[in-house]
């Protein structure tokens, strides 16, 4: 939390959106979007299309119903896709959540959807894409906070979710080059590192106390990333 209230110190000194913005943000996300919609006092300025628990097919069907609509409301959209975390794991009847898959399946299943996406929205000439880089999240930590009798267990699944999500980041990186825009890199605000033995050596690893829960952002968080994407509509919306 430390390194996140040290970038908040730094970045609140900037402004936070630009006034004269030519295109509406439509943010396309699940419940990632409603956590950071309540930071900000201008979020009305910016569209959130939200969902808890929302697949990135599901939210893909909503796009392509309301895709039209959006445009007949703003003119010029600028959509950002920010879907992925619900299709790579799964919930269980007790509320705990386990991993879909050990391999690629999962992230093979996103990045066809988003190719999907992106050639719909092709089809919109006042329409730009660009896809956010999903943050990694535990489940070890989720199913801790949702009193799973054996947490432990899950322990190598979010070693195997964290090489997922990387992986999936690395096509939406793929994907933005194409659309010549970029993503900020979330998962980097939870990354922390130490360093051990006597030459010191430096090792990184993930830290998930800016989430409640292992996968929803605490206020700090929420804001924090809110305002690094305020620096990409401040970018590509104008």
Known sequence: MNNIRKQ??????????????????VILSDS????????????????????????????FNFLKQNLAELINQYTNITLFVWLGTNDLTKKERDGSISLKSSGNDSVNH??????????????????????????????????????????????????????QIEQLNIYIRDINRILHVHSPSLSNDLVQTRKQGKRKHTFSSYTF?????????????????LLKLCRVFNMYCV
């Open 8 to 25: 908040l110190s730094k970045i609140d000194e900037i402004p936070y959106l630009n006034n004269n913005l030519t295109s509406v943000p």
């Open 110 to 163: 996103i990045y066809s959807i988003y190719k999907e996406i992106y050639f719909f929205v092709r089809n919109f000439e006042k329409v730009k894409l660009i896809y956010i880089e999903v943050p990694v999240y535990s489940i070890y930590w989720w199913n801790v906070f949702h009193n799973h009798s054996n947490p432990e267990q899950f322990r190598e699944d979010d070693l195997c979710l964290h090489t």
């Open 209 to 225: 106390t800016g989430y409640y829960d292992g996968i929803h952002p605490r206020p700090e968080l929420s804001r924090l990333w």
């Open 32 to 59: 990632k979007g409603r956590c950071l919609q309540n930071q900000l006092n201008f979020r009305n300025s910016i569209k959130w299309c939200y969902k808890s628990g929302a697949s990135t097919k599901e939210q």
